[in-house]
């Protein structure tokens, strides 16, 4: 019969495989229809959208972690934070390797061009530059070495992150707005939560120091 310890084991262990797999459907689907010919006619810029997609649902979602935790009480979320925050920085640098090397050739200058003169790209490149330190800094023992205050400031630049690359996509969608302005409403859905729930946490720590000051008074 097998002991507590390897039942407790047991749930979710499934949360980061099954995690892992779904990341790939991206990547493979996208292959596949290379090798078929099956991309549209402009098939750089098809796998350029895709791969960035994929970035911002996994950066969203990984933002939804804890108010997921804290709303709902799930703590499943949590255990796959991780994972995702590097899946979004996965997914945004194959992205960027796309544009670089397949649509500017490696035009170092055309490159730094775009990025000045054409806000989206700006905002998108912005948006890369802040998860790099993310990535670098997710171990366990960048937390030691930084300390959690430090490492979960750090790591609040995730919302900053998600809000430039909603922004690239909104000014990058030329017809359509509909699908990036969703993805838009997730993330200041998920700015409000988390902004109630700093609001609520300040207002009990206000609460629990008047307290203690009334009964030093007291006393």
């Not at 171990?139 to 998600?162: E, N, P």
Request: glycine share 6%; charged share 15%; proline share 5%.
């Amino acid at each position: 019969m097998p002991s507590g310890r390897a039942r407790s084991s047991t749930p979710d262990a499934w949360l980061k495989p099954g995690l892992l797999i779904g990341a790939a459907v991206p990547l493979v689907s996208i292959a596949l229809r290379a090798l078929t010919g099956t991309l549209n006619a402009n098939p750089i810029a098809e796998v350029e959208n895709e791969l960035g997609l994929a970035a911002l649902i996994f950066l969203v979602a990984s933002l939804a972690c804890t108010p997921a935790r804290r709303v709902f009480g799930w703590t499943w979320p949590p255990r796959i934070r991780r994972e995702l925050g590097l899946l979004a920085f996965a997914y945004a640098a194959l992205h960027v390797s796309v544009y670089v090397i397949l649509d500017q050739t490696l035009d170092i200058q055309a490159m730094f061009d775009d990025v000045v003169k054409r806000p989206f790209i700006t905002a998108g490149f912005g948006a890369l530059v802040l998860l790099v330190p993310l990535a670098i800094t997710s171990t366990k023992s960048s937390i030691r070495r930084l300390g959690f205050a430090r490492w979960r400031r750090l790591h609040q630049l995730a919302y900053v992150a998600g809000v430039l690359a909603v922004v690239h996509f909104i000014w990058r969608v030329k017809v359509d707005a509909s699908q990036p302005l969703t993805y838009a409403a997730a993330l200041g859905l998920l700015l409000v939560v988390r902004a109630l729930f700093w609001i609520a946490s300040r207002r009990g720590s206000s609460a629990t120091t008047g307290g203690h000051r009334r009964r030093i008074v007291s006393v």
